[in-house]
């Protein structure tokens, strides 16, 4: 089985330790991953504000940089969703406009192989206790794309369930979207931010340590949401608690 890490440019740029715990992570299970050093963007920024065409180079820069792989796994339920619910759009667009197949079929590579990571864990090695210890209150806020478009619907509760040492509170209205959409954010701030206070108020709300999602892009917008109200309750991706262990302890 040949799996790769699509470690996303958000990950990348500000976020590496969540890279780093999916690699610690899956090579505990007995996967050995590659990082292929020619992925870059996926093309949602380009894609979510309507340059299409410009989107179109990054399809077939993702499709020849995970050339040959089984299993693409991202920590970013909005990047696998972009590959699995845009890429087939971008092809068919490009195909009825004549332009041929090539998008079409690379997107039919894609699609199939790529996994966020919590179905990886879950649907492909069959796991539920990957051998973590997070002795935290936490909760969980199930991100838009993860919910919606991949539907995710309960594993990442069923891995946070099996974590050692680890309290998982209930989330109020926690299918709400906490106001980040990319773009949206930039476009309509001010109901972005009204958002992200009504979602960090239900946060506070359960009285947990730290709150974790699947997509560090929205613990982006509500890590700061939380700071500058003061308060102490600390954003945490989902890998990195999965990563976690009473040996290497997530600090």
């Not at 696998?80 to 667009?93: E, H, L, Q, T």
């Amino acid at each position: 089985m040949r799996v790769a890490l699509f470690v996303t440019c958000v990950n990348d740029t500000l976020f590496p330790r969540t890279g780093q715990a999916v690699v610690r992570l899956l090579e505990r299970l007995g996967v050995d991953v590659d990082f292929p050093a020619a992925q870059s963007c996926c093309g949602q920024p380009q894609f979510n504000t309507g340059y299409r065409h410009e989107t179109e180079p990054l399809v077939r820069r993702f499709d020849a940089a995970f050339e040959g792989y089984d299993y693409v796994v991202t920590p970013s339920g909005s990047c696998a969703a972009m590959v699995r619910d845009n890429y087939p759009r971008i092809g068919a667009k490009a195909a009825a406009e004549h332009r041929g197949r090539e998008l079409a079929d690379a997107a039919a590579r894609a699609v199939p192989r790529t996994f966020e990571l919590t179905e990886f864990l879950v649907d492909v090695l069959g796991v539920t206790d990957v051998g973590a210890y997070f002795p935290h209150t936490v909760t969980y806020h199930p991100t838009c794309h993860g919910l919606r478009v991949l539907g995710l619907r309960d594993r990442p509760r069923r891995l946070l369930e099996r974590v050692g040492g680890l309290e998982l509170r209930e989330l109020p209205g926690a299918d709400e979207c906490c106001g980040f959409g990319g773009t949206f954010a930039v476009k309509n701030a001010d109901v972005s931010a009204a958002m992200g206070a009504d979602k960090v108020r239900a946060i506070r709300a359960t009285g947990a340590d730290m709150v974790c999602t699947v997509d560090n892009s929205c613990l982006l917008h509500i890590g700061g949401t939380l700071a500058r109200q003061g308060a102490a309750v600390r954003p945490v991706h989902l890998a990195e608690i999965l990563a976690s262990t009473e040996q290497e302890p997530y600090v």
